[in-house]
């Protein structure tokens, strides 16, 4: 064995400590997700506290595993290897640089903000349910102090936004998302004013009683259309619908059910899915380096939308599920036409609720909770200002008067959870799903036929190969082109829009221009 085959020998053994190393640290990451799991679904509300303190002594473990000057001094080694392949290559600068970036957190404020969410998320269910602000401003105002200590840990350049945008979509700048935001304003929010001046559809059916176990039980049926693996993962219910994961081969979601709004589960039960085929689409033999992680949240929501949207509310879909929907609630639905359902499900009108809102005007709902959030990180606005400040802004850009603060700025979890930063990544996400569809469309000719026969595997085959099984092997701006050819264009949602909803409200091609 010559000297440069013993050096390949000597840091491929390194390659495998590196890796050995980074799935110690994803089992206590994911034991921690497993308690947010129990916590959101079946845990007895007495366990709240201990809950917390557990959730606070792992986090710590976990950070302090991770900034181990062993695993920074073994990173150093491999970022200087020429031996390793571009994959192996990518896994350690990928990893080095969450490395330096986590070295900055203090272990002590690590747990305590992990103590304090866990805590947060418990008080703003009960503060939800009983639409009670004042329960919840305390512990609100703990997280965003945290926040605000967080960006200056992180450190940033021009607003202390851009540090928690970074934890979710890696690169994302305020100076950026006001130019997207900008174009929302000026043409999706223009474009809905024009729909507001045709006709309404006819949705009222949909509010009818659909049973509890139905629901549930087409919802288990849609998931299993979609081939999301159930030997790999389970459904519950929550308040608040969310997919977690532990590895690809336990993904979790869940989906709330009104009996007396059939959309509610419908939907949560598809976006879901989305999110968590592609997780179930990661790689194994990666766990716990970044090439067997996400890219980020804006690709995520990319999956959760395509499948909600672009499939879930498409006219295809429903030429194939709607005779058994049909069959389940001929109660509601005997004299309801397929053509007056697929309008019904794309009704476009302002609304409370962001989870419930349809798929245009839903990007209004994420542009407050973006201006919130920039307001909030600046020190503009202050917690116990946000009811006030909420609801003026629910009347600017959606005209509508929020009658409580459960159908206001109680209705999401993500400020309890310290998950700011986090929403700008469903319009991120939206507008990647129109762009990934119209190439899928491209290069999968016969795709609507498929979608109209129930045969979703093509497409989730496309997706696995273009998308999931990368990992974080790119940028999600790289990944963009290599994937359609270029970088994230709003034109393509604005294209599928308008041609969905002009046929939809009978608007001629020039009132939507």
Partial sequence: ???????????????????GLMKRVADVHHTIALLHWDQETIM?????AFRAQQIGTLAGISHEMFVDEKLGGLLNELNNDSSLNEREAKNIQETLKDYEKKKKYPTEFVEKLSVTVAESTHVWEKAREADDFSMFELHLQKVIELKRQECDILGYEEHPYNAMLDNF???AKVADLDVLFTDVRKQLVDFVKKIGQKAQVEDSFLKKHYDHQKQWDFGIDLLKQMHY??????QELSAHPFTTNFNPCDVR?????????????????????????????????????????????????????????????????????????????DENLSNV??????????????????VEADELTYHSHILIRYEIEKALMAGDVEVKDLPEYWNSKYKEYLDVDVPSNKEGVLQDIHWSSGLIGYFPTYSIGSFYSAQYFAKAKEEIPDLTSQIESGELKPLLDWLRDKIHQHGRMYSAEELCVKVTGEKLNFQHFMDYAEKKYSEIYDLKMEEAL
Avoid at 298 to 327: D, M, T
Avoid at 337 to 354: G, H
């Fill in 229 to 234: 693996d159930f030997d790999a993962g389970l």
């Fill in 1 to 19: 064995m010559n000297q440069y085959q013993q050096k390949v020998k000597i840091m491929s053994n390194k390659f495998e400590q590196y890796k």
């Fill in 337 to 354: 036409s397929l053509d007056e359902f697929y309008k019904a499900i794309n009704l476009v009108k302002p609304s409370l609720i962001r």
């Fill in 253 to 329: 979601v869940t989906t709330r059910i009104n009996e007396n709004d059939f959309t509610s589960m419908t939907w949560s039960c598809i976006h879901e899915g989305g999110h968590a085929l592609y997780e179930q689409g990661l790689s194994t033999d990666d766990y716990g380096l970044p090439t067997g992680d996400a890219i980020s949240l804006g690709v995520h929501e990319s999956q959760s939308r395509l499948w909600e949207n672009h499939v879930g509310r498409g006219y295809g879909y429903w030429v194939a599920n709607y005779p058994h929907l049909q069959g389940l609630f």
């Fill in 169 to 171: 979509e890696p690169g």
């Fill in 44 to 48: 007895p509300s007495k366990g709240a």
